[in-house]
């Protein structure tokens, strides 16, 4: 046998090679890249041969060299789909994602960032979940955290993994992915067996679970249970760090977390982040710090999500009085990017999930609240929400589908129950106010500022005063949106009756002067209309009655502001329309109105003592001309003490002693306090201080 058949041979046994069948025989493939060649001759692949082989065996060497170039394509074929195969899970159909990198303008939650990170330096208290609204910057908070932990060696980065949940609305979904983030493979998802064998096997890791929302909002309570038993077999892995975040009002049962909730950004730390992110899209132009940006960031309710609101101002150089004005007619189609979900996509997922779908009464919940700008109470609930038969289920849903907020002492009488500017503007474009539920809000509002409607001298003035300030805004709101031309029944009741309480409380003139222009609206159109003679009548007196409060409500808010002038005008025709009502006058009302001129008159100082006294002797008149009324009696006789004070005149004493005694008879406590005040002011002007203090 040659040289070179013996080293073939030999070489058929050499730990460089293994051999490869074909047909009855075996060819050996050399795995560093050697060829068949003998020691003689040459070939293209191996080294050379003792003495050269001829023509004949150097085209054989060549084909085998052939023969072994398309073998060793087919096995690196194989070899590749083999990885392939086990690189990610079994007909997994999420492939990876990578973890997104940290927003670089971060703002306002420095804070939280800290206290999460501390929390996740103990294996005790690992587990961690932040909720909050859509929009919030939940997912920021995380990707800082994780950023924040890599950077002090709390994690190494190979060992934070990033699972989105955000496609995860079944058991089987959710498992697809966690085993293609956690890179660990298996023939099949159908248990999370490999998985938590993986884990428990492994070093100390830290999964960020990101919009847990969809597996556990999204299906029924069947899929729910299996996604809440999945989690908890992750959180029984002692050194697993779980940091969770959900579009959520609660975080997962059967889990001692950490709950954290997220909350709007303070003003300042609104304003830095809107002003950053505008000039960066305005290519280095500054906005102004001031009101108006103020009060844009208000209106959106100082999200995170401003963000993508000032990217879109600053691209068009836009002021923030304009982006506030498209807001109020765009709504939340303002607030969309390219690189994340808009914020009506956000809003319409969560109320298309399966928990809120469950409850058939927690949309007509949601848009009722929509209309409620500052909430409302659990226990004024009933009001806003008659129809309603199990308010606090239908809370309970949209808490759990993060769509409305609830702040408190925990007791649902006396929580605040409130809907995110966001989602009431959502809910306010494009009709998805029910007409039905829009009229039924407005009725109980005008129905609730009727119910609390009452004088400083009733007995239940105080808590009437406190139920309409518990629910001033909302009120407002909903009165300035009473159309001119067809009020609803009750509305222009409603709208003087609330101007009248703003008049004791607040200086504006709004809701007063949308309350005359209703109240003449109305008057002039019911004498266009033809209608029966004795209906019209009282038609007629009921509108012109609307047309003398309303502007007496407005001459009141008028005073309030210190604008005399213009009280008087609306004084005086209040007094006007109440002498000459359809049907006869109603004089107790006149000689109220009368009494807020002569109040008026004695601080502008520009009347004679002459028109001064008949304008008083008219009030009382007015007041007294039913001497079985005591308490009208009484109020006129309190304008003639006055008069009498002011002008320094006799039988002040007299008059207002007479005036207090029957005040105090009938129990009515403001008007017995102006009395006392006016006797106590005329004792002080004689010199007899010890006397004025007990009447004080």
Request: one cysteine or more; charged letters at 20%.
């Amino acid at each position: 046998m040659s040289s070179g058949c013996k080293r073939r041979k030999e070489g058929n046994n050499s730990p460089g090679r293994k051999r490869r069948k074909i047909g009855n025989g075996y060819e050996s493939n050399n795995e560093f890249g050697g060829g068949k060649g003998g020691s003689g001759g040459n070939s293209l692949n191996g080294a050379g041969g003792a003495g050269g082989q001829g023509t004949g065996a150097s085209l054989v060497i060549q084909a085998r060299n052939a023969t072994l170039k398309n073998n060793l394509c087919i096995d690196l074929s194989e070899f590749r789909d083999a990885v392939k195969q086990f690189s990610q899970p079994h007909n997994a159909p999420h492939p990876r994602q990578d973890m997104p990198s940290p927003h670089r303008i971060f703002y306002g939650r420095e804070s939280l960032v800290d206290d999460i990170i501390s929390l996740l330096r103990s294996e005790q208290t690992s587990r961690v979940c932040i909720t909050g609204v859509g929009g919030m910057g939940k997912t920021s908070v995380a990707l800082a955290v994780a950023q924040k932990a890599v950077a002090e060696n709390i994690f190494p980065k190979e060992y934070v993994f990033w699972v989105p949940c955000v496609e995860a609305k079944s058991p089987d979904l959710l498992r697809r992915i966690l085993y293609a983030q956690l890179r660990i493979t298996t023939r099949s998802y159908d248990s999370l067996d490999p998985l938590v064998t993986d884990l428990d096997a492994s070093k100390q890791r830290r999964l960020l679970l990101d919009n847990f929302e969809t597996p556990w909002l999204s299906g029924s309570g069947k899929d729910q249970a299996e996604i809440g038993d999945i989690l908890v077999r992750l959180a029984e892995l002692p050194h697993i760090a779980l940091l969770v975040t959900m579009t959520s009002g609660f975080s997962p049962g059967r889990i001692q977390w950490q709950h954290r909730v997220l909350q709007a950004l303070d003003a300042d730390a609104a304003r830095d982040v809107f002003r950053i992110k505008y000039r960066d899209a305005a290519g280095g132009l500054e906005l102004s710090a001031g009101p108006e940006l103020d009060r844009l960031l208000m209106a959106i309710g100082r999200i995170p999500a401003i963000t993508l609101m000032a990217t879109c101002g600053g691209h068009q150089g836009t002021s923030p009085a304009a982006l506030l004005k498209e807001w109020e007619s765009a709504g939340t189609r303002m607030l969309a990017g390219d690189e994340t979900r808009s914020m009506d996509e956000t809003i319409r997922l969560s109320m298309e999930r399966q928990v809120v779908k469950s409850n058939s009464e927690a949309f007509t919940l949601l848009a009722i609240l929509s209309m409620l700008p500052a909430g409302t109470s659990g226990q004024n609930l009933s009001w806003w929400a008659p129809t309603l038969t199990s308010p606090s289920a239908a809370v309970g849903t949209l808490r759990t589908a993060a769509l409305i907020e609830f702040k408190g002492d925990g007791h649902f009488a006396t929580s605040r129950i409130f809907v995110r500017p966001t989602i009431q503007s959502y809910m306010s474009h494009q009709d998805r106010i029910p007409a039905e539920v829009r009229d039924q809000v407005h009725d109980a509002c005008y129905n609730f500022v009727l119910r609390h409607e009452s004088i400083p001298d009733d007995p239940k003035f105080k808590t009437d005063f406190q139920a309409i300030a518990s629910e001033e805004i909302n009120i407002q709101g909903l009165l300035m949106e009473i159309p001119v031309n067809a009020p609803r029944p009750n509305a222009v009741d409603a709208l003087i009756a609330f101007s009248l309480y703003q008049s004791r409380t607040k200086a504006s003139a709004v809701v007063a002067s949308h309350a005359l222009e209703v109240a003449r609206s109305v008057y002039n159109d019911l004498h266009v209309a033809n209608r029966d003679a004795t209906v019209r009548h009282v038609a007629d007196r009921n509108a012109a009655r609307h047309v003398a409060a309303a502007h007496h409500s407005l001459g009141q808010s008028l005073f309030i502001l210190d604008q005399y002038e213009e009280a008087c005008k609306h004084f005086e025709e209040a007094a006007g329309c109440y002498k000459n009502l359809p049907g006869g006058a109603d004089l107790h009302r006149a000689g109220e109105v009368l009494m807020c001129l002569q109040n008026t008159w004695n601080l502008l100082e520009t009347k004679s003592l002459t028109e001064f006294e008949s304008l008083t002797r008219e009030a009382q008149a007015n007041l007294s001309h039913e001497p079985a009324s005591d308490y009208h009696v009484a109020r006129g006789l309190l304008a003639f003490g006055r008069f009498l004070w002011w002008n320094n005149r006799e039988h002040i004493f007299e008059t207002l002693s007479a005036a207090k005694a029957i005040f105090e008879h009938l129990g009515c406590p403001a008007s017995t306090a102006e009395c006392l005040y006016y006797m106590a002011r005329e004792y002080a002007r004689q010199g007899r201080c010890a006397k004025s203090f007990t009447h004080h």
